[in-house]
């Protein structure tokens, strides 16, 4: 069964930084893209960033572009969300998810083309 692992939340305040990871087990890592989402109870799951096969090949919601930074290790089968400058506004639940490249280069920014999600992993900003 393919796992996929978060870690790195918490409560932090506003200008902070915060880099979850997230560690894949069961799967050809490098086969996949591998994406950063965040839902709220008030908004519907929003992609934050993606990466396709390698780190030349990322995508970032407008809303995080300068501030977040989205990396993988194929190495080490994990996916990271470096997190600067944080606003109050990044609070949510955040998640990975993976999908199946498909000889496809480019990070995948469609969510339902994720097949593999996480449990989740808070994070909460304060002003």
């Known amino acids: 069964q393919v796992l996929l692992v978060e870690s790195g939340g918490g409560l932090v305040q506003a200008g902070d930084s915060l880099r979850l990871s997230c560690t894949a087990s069961l799967l050809t890592f490098s086969g996949y893209s591998m994406g950063w989402f965040r839902q709220t109870p008030e908004k519907e799951r929003e992609l934050v960033a993606a990466?396709?096969?390698?780190?030349?090949?990322?995508s970032y919601a407008d809303s995080v572009k300068g501030r977040f930074t989205i990396s993988r290790d194929n190495a080490k089968n994990t996916v990271y969300l470096q997190m600067n400058n944080l606003k109050p506004e990044d609070t949510a639940v955040y998640y990975c998810?993976?999908?199946?490249?498909?000889?496809?280069?480019?990070?995948?920014?469609?969510?339902?083309?994720?097949?593999?999600w996480g449990q989740g992993t808070q994070v909460i900003v304060s002003s």
């Open positions: 998810a993976a999908a199946r490249r498909l000889g496809r280069v480019s990070a995948t920014t469609r969510g339902d083309q994720y097949e593999y």
């Open positions: 990466v396709g096969w390698n780190n030349g090949y990322t």
